[in-house]
């Protein structure tokens, strides 16, 4: 089958809402392509396997994809991308140079080449995650295994906002915990919650295509008795209880969120009402430039601020509720 690949290069501070602009435009997939340089020196103590060729996209700078079915109109896609990617800029996240170009692609060219270059991938000192075409075995008894088919869309676990999340889990959560996921994608940090001993997650996400994808995660790791996913925008679905049969009881003691800083910023409060006193909201996916005015939200909010935790140009809060 031919697509239509629609390409758009932008920065890496713009990755999520360019590639979600593609999904609402229609794409059936989408891929993100980041600056590499495997001459920089790697942290390896945790045996992570990196095979990921270098490229030619400078740093701090992205190639996003989307792929559209032959048939769409593509003069009304670009226009309706080109449009929304440069609102980005009056909330001051710079998409860069934005510019757009579109070919025609064979499915395989696309579909499955990607998966080559997913290995398993240690990101803790106690989480593996494994995509499922791969063989592996834990290399000790505390190691725990996140099967994962991430499909076109959603985190494999090696970028650095979703590995930031699940070393932060690690440090927080304890046994029997009940924890919310807020744009839950791929369903990786609600596998990882439970993989670490919590008893219940809700995992929450606006994309209905983010909620089949984590519904078929959680069963590939045993875990749908364990995760509730659920469509919705944000915190909204805890407001409305009465048509929705939570897993969770509130109040409860871990929220995680690993989106933008910008929509971060629009459901502080809705979080500090979710939490029970001295619990855990870990915010990650806030590029450098915001975590400041993160940061100050946080604390007027209620919350105190016991780890920052960063990886190359992002940052991660542990923040918890006096």
């Known amino acids: 089958m031919i697509w239509k690949e629609l390409t758009i290069h932008t920065t890496e501070e713009a990755v999520e809402m360019v590639s979600n602009f593609l999904h609402e435009a229609g794409a059936g997939g989408v891929t993100?392509?980041?600056?590499?340089?495997?001459?920089?020196?790697?942290?390896?103590s945790l045996g992570q396997w990196f095979e990921i060729p270098p490229n030619d996209i400078p740093e701090g700078e992205a190639k996003i994809s989307g792929y559209f079915a032959q048939g769409s109109d593509m003069d009304e896609v670009i226009e309706?991308?080109?449009?929304?990617?440069?609102?980005?800029?009056?909330?001051?996240?710079d998409p860069g140079k934005a510019e757009i170009t579109v070919r025609d692609v064979h499915e395989d060219d696309w579909a499955n080449n990607w998966k080559q270059y997913f290995k398993p991938l240690r990101v803790?000192?106690?989480?593996?995650?494994?995509?499922?075409?791969?063989?592996?075995?834990?290399?000790s008894v505390d190691e725990k295994i996140i099967e994962l088919d991430p499909g076109m869309a959603f985190g494999t676990g090696t970028h650095p906002?979703?590995?930031?999340?699940?070393?932060?889990?690690?440090g927080v959560i304890q046994e029997g915990d009940e924890v919310i996921d807020v744009g839950t994608g791929s369903g990786i940090l609600a596998i990882g919650a439970c993989q670490l001993g919590a008893s219940?997650?809700?995992?929450?996400?606006?994309d209905?295509?983010?909620?089949?994808?984590?519904?078929?995660?959680?069963?590939?790791?045993?875990l749908e008795d364990r995760i509730q996913v659920v469509e919705s925008d944000l915190l909204s679905v805890l407001?409305?209880?009465?048509?929705?049969?939570?897993?969770?009881?509130?109040?409860?003691r871990v929220v995680?969120?690993?989106?933008?800083?910008?929509?971060?910023?629009?459901?502080?409060?809705?979080?500090?009402?979710?939490?029970?006193?001295?619990?855990?909201?870990?915010?990650?996916?806030?590029?450098?430039?915001k975590e400041q005015i993160v940061q100050e939200a946080l604390v007027t909010a209620g919350f105190d601020i016991e780890k920052t935790a960063r990886e190359e140009d992002w940052v991660a809060f542990v923040a918890r509720k006096r």
């Open 161 to 170: 906002t979703t590995s930031l999340c699940l070393r932060t889990l690690e």
């Open 256 to 289: 995680v969120a690993n989106i933008l800083a910008e929509i971060i910023l629009l459901f502080i409060e809705d979080v500090y009402e979710a939490l029970q006193p001295g619990g855990y909201y870990i915010a990650s996916g806030i590029y450098k430039n």
């Open 124 to 139: 803790s000192e106690k989480l593996t995650i494994k995509p499922t075409w791969e063989d592996y075995e834990p290399q």
């Open 80 to 93: 309706q991308v080109k449009e929304r990617t440069e609102e980005l800029r009056v909330f001051n996240i």
């Open 200 to 206: 219940r997650v809700l995992a929450l996400d606006l």
């Open 32 to 44: 993100i392509e980041e600056h590499v340089d495997n001459s920089k020196p790697r942290d390896t």
């Open 239 to 252: 407001k409305q209880g009465e048509r929705f049969k939570l897993d969770v009881k509130l109040p409860i």
């Open 208 to 222: 209905p295509i983010a909620v089949t994808s984590a519904m078929e995660n959680a069963k590939l790791n045993q």
